[in-house]
């Protein structure tokens, strides 16, 4: 199951990239552990481009339960604008085996949509 959730903050891009990082590995009851970042090529600054974190099983997407247990990839890419403007997109990868339902689709949908408040009320 894929979803993709996209959305523009004001702030500077090192402390969305903090808050992102707060947010998926402390604040969710399910979280994310952290597998990759990759900077934007700027000399002697680093400001994060693309990070990708992962959790859950293989195992739990057999077995049915929560669609929080599930081994998820989650990348997020931070595009910088003009104006202090960083554009957020949070592209999910959800391993599921058979059709996912709608209530599931929700679940990884609202996450990402608490992201964009959490980082609304974070960045004000």
Do not use: H, W
């Amino acid at each position: 199951m894929k979803i993709s959730y996209s959305f523009t903050v004001s702030g500077d891009p090192e402390k969305v990239f903090d808050l992102i990082v707060e947010y998926y590995a402390l604040n969710l009851k399910f979280p994310y552990k952290i597998r990759k970042v990759t900077p934007y090529p700027v000399e002697n600054l680093v400001i994060p481009k693309e990070i990708i974190f992962e959790r859950g099983s293989r195992f739990a997407s057999f077995g049915g339960g929560s669609v929080e247990s599930f081994k998820t990839t989650l990348k997020v890419t931070l595009s910088l604008k003009m104006g202090g403007q960083v554009t957020v997109s949070c592209d999910y990868d959800v391993k599921t085996f058979g059709t996912p339902l709608r209530s599931d689709e929700l679940k990884i949908l609202n996450e990402a949509k608490g992201l964009e408040k959490f980082l609304r009320e974070n960045l004000s």
